[in-house]
């Protein structure tokens, strides 16, 4: 029954993800005297996500460091520096460039890795990224938005680093460790249940978090119309750039693919409890935002991939 449920919720990502988005919005109310779940939700997510991690996947830095440090590059320098000059080109707020640099800035998505097997990438690449961005979170997020806050606005970094190692690294690490010493145990028994459990806390975080845009969507201007686009702009850039760039540089398919997955997703959700944890409301907006296209663009991608590189259906 739950394996069931949860195939249901997977196949339907891209739906379920947006009606969150806006049942929040429109129960705003109720949205915003749950604010204070959020970090605990998100953290369980993280624990149940690295389940599926263990020690051994960051040995396979030895195999491919030039493609790991490539990939860290790409989503932490190379993605935030286009979306900060994108974003300054369009608009003239401050706060609207950190919320698009910060959507792009936080580690990327776990659910990439669902991406990464169907399209016969490199897993064992993919959880290395994952699990090493993951760890390197509460440094290089502080790090960027510094940099890209500069004096325009207060932020205590120290307490962002921390709310980091809180949500993600400290649940990164349980989880690893916990699957480590179990030897997969508790994942395979575990693991169908713990698979919709998941995806609900995922919904939860978009539904409580849309309380802090409601105002802004309830209005809908030309600006939140030029908001959304750009945020599209953005989103499919990614897996275009990480496609490119990877066909010119790798000729490994499953390479190829694992790249254009790792470079196109994003733990948005983590963004999103950052946005309205430390920043002002517009902040969550392109960070928010992002969660309408990401499932969309990823099944689109995958059948680009399958036509491009010939990956033939699992």
Known sequence: MLEKINLFMQKRMA???????????????????????????????????????????????????????????????????????????????????????????????????????ISKGNLPLALA???????????????????TVGEHITIDITSLMLGLIWMVVIPSIAGILVNEFSKGKVQQKYGKMLAPISKLCLFAVVFINSSAIAPYLKNVTWEVLWIVAVVFTVSVSGYIFALLIGQALWKDKSIIATLVFIGGMRNIAAGVVVAITYFPAKVVMP????????????????????????????
Do not use: C
């Not at 707020?93 to 910060?102: A, K």
């Not at 699990?131 to 997020?141: E, G, H, K, N, R």
């Open 129 to 147: 990224i994952i699990l090493i961005d993951t760890l390197l979170a509460p440094i290089v997020l502080p790090s960027l938005i510094h940099l």
């Open 287 to 314: 960070v928010v935002f992002g969660m309408l296209f990401q499932q969309v663009l990823a099944s689109f991608f995958y059948k680009i991939v399958q036509k491009k590189l010939a990956v033939e259906e699992p």
């Open 15 to 117: 739906i379920l993800t947006p009606l969150s988005l806006l049942l929040g919005v429109l129960l705003e109310h109720i949205g915003q005297h749950l604010l204070s779940l959020v970090p605990i939700i998100f953290a369980i997510m993280t624990f149940i996500s690295s389940l599926n991690m263990k020690v051994k996947d960051a040995r396979v830095f030895i195999k491919y460091p030039k493609t790991i440090l490539f990939s860290i590059a790409f989503l932490h320098m190379f993605m935030p520096l286009w979306a900060y000059f994108l974003s300054r080109l369009i608009f003239d707020d401050y706060l609207l460039t950190i919320g698009y640099v910060l959507a792009v800035a936080v580690p990327t998505g776990v659910t990439s890795i669902i991406w990464v097997t």
